[in-house]
């Protein structure tokens, strides 16, 4: 169940602008005219604010809120790679931005108030521990490439736009501050083996839900209550990741990435790889070489 009620005299209608993968080369600083959400998935990163600084580590989550003085500072040896997304919790007319740059306010620009994305209609914790981050990282995946400005389509924007809820939802769970939050370690047990184990097989994990001492039904209701999605949706989702990551990283066939992750073909694997990403896995490789 969603922590904090919505207030309906506040406009609630979180609108994703842009998603990148980002590695810092020249912090420097600035004000969002969104807000912001940093996952951190190699390394370290710094949050310097008026008020301080605030390191933080792989698996990190962090919120930036709109209208702050903040940079984000790394270690020039090690580059934080990390995953960013961009968004308002209710539509701001911005008829001058056409780029990403004029979403942040550099010292010296002129700054436009009425710009700002107003303020975030729950108390949130400044950061949050992604503790299963290939999690993090499945729910993210098919929208990272976003940008509102490039959009031609109203499906593909729908489609972005319904990713990145999904995401939300499952970040303000856990980033809204709330009196109590309490974890079944029976579902994260499985969580943890689906992620160490991802090249098992399907009927591998209905033997891990067996041996968590509940009823299937109860697991799988505990199961989308912690994480969202039901476990063969999430083995999915975590599979297809690795999968995308081959694609992206490795000289494999598509072919062996296909057997690799247990898929029963490859023309199986293209099509569901093409229902979860909008593109298929030959055409997603020869963008990555663009």
């Not at 990190?60 to 702050?68: A, E, I, Q």
């Not at 040896?77 to 308002?88: G, V």
């Not at 160490?196 to 041996?211: D, M, P, R, T, V």
């Not at 083995?235 to 990741?241: A, C, D, E, S």
Request: proline share 5%; with cysteine.
């Amino acid at each position: 169940m969603f922590p904090i009620r919505i207030d309906r005299q506040e406009p609630f209608a979180p609108y994703l602008l842009f998603a990148r993968q980002s590695i810092i080369q020249s912090p420097s600083w600035r004000i969002g005219y969104t807000h912001a959400i940093h996952l951190i998935e190699e390394h370290r990163l710094t949050l310097h604010t008026k008020e301080g600084r605030t390191d933080y580590m792989q698996g990190d989550m962090l919120f930036v809120p709109s209208g702050k003085w903040h940079k984000l500072g790394v270690n020039p040896d090690r580059p934080a790679q990390f995953k960013s997304l961009y968004f308002d919790f209710c539509y701001v007319p911005r008829p001058d931005f056409n780029t990403r740059r004029k979403y942040f306010h550099m010292e010296g620009d002129t700054f436009y108030e009425s710009y700002v994305s107003p303020a975030e209609p729950y108390a949130m914790q400044p950061s949050i521990e992604a503790r299963h981050l290939a999690q993090w990282q499945a729910l993210i995946s098919p929208f990272i490439d976003f940008d509102i400005h490039d959009v031609i389509d109203g499906g593909e924007l729908l489609k972005n736009q319904a990713y990145f809820l999904l995401f939300l939802r499952q970040y303000l769970q856990l980033a809204v501050k709330k009196k109590h939050k309490v974890e079944d370690l029976r579902i994260t047990r499985v969580i943890e083996r689906i992620e160490q184990e991802i090249g098992a097989e399907a009927h591998h994990l209905e033997e891990w839900i067996s041996h968590a001492g509940i009823s299937h039904r109860h697991f799988y209701n505990q199961f989308k209550k912690q994480t969202g999605t039901t476990p063969i949706q999430y083995w999915n989702q975590l599979r297809m990741q690795r999968a995308k990551a081959d694609l992206k990283h490795t000289t494999l066939s598509i072919s062996d990435i296909a057997i690799k992750h247990h898929y029963s073909s490859i023309h199986y694997f293209s099509k569901q790889f093409s229902r979860m990403n909008g593109i298929t896995p030959s055409d997603y490789r020869k963008a990555l070489k663009l």
